[in-house]
């Protein structure tokens, strides 16, 4: 399962990159990409994992690195 959110306020290329391996670290995550130019964090899970769950823990990673930044979720 694959699922894309745009970002806010993300302010450095070094900050994504700390991200991305935070995210990338998470249980149930296959591949996390936290892209600085387009502003986008796209996460493949694994079939079964709960995407939510997945979220709120790659949220918290994202406010340790960069408190400003935000996800915006629909």
């Given at each position: 399962?694959?699922?894309?959110?745009?970002?806010?306020?993300?302010?450095?290329?070094?900050?994504?990159?700390?991200?991305?391996?935070?995210?990338?670290?998470l249980?149930?995550?296959?591949?996390a990409?936290?892209?600085?130019?387009?502003?986008?964090?796209?996460?493949?899970?694994?079939?079964?994992?709960?995407?939510?769950?997945?979220?709120?823990?790659?949220?918290?990673?994202?406010?340790?690195?960069?408190?400003?930044?935000?996800?915006?979720?629909?």
């Open positions: 399962m694959k699922k894309t959110w745009k970002l806010r306020d993300l302010d450095c290329a070094n900050c994504a990159a700390k991200m991305e391996r935070a995210i990338g670290a249980n149930g995550v296959e591949k990409t936290v892209s600085f130019m387009t502003q986008k964090l796209t996460i493949e899970a694994a079939d079964g994992a709960d995407m939510d769950v997945i979220l709120k823990e790659a949220i918290r990673c994202i406010k340790k690195v960069e408190p400003d930044c935000e996800v915006i979720v629909k």
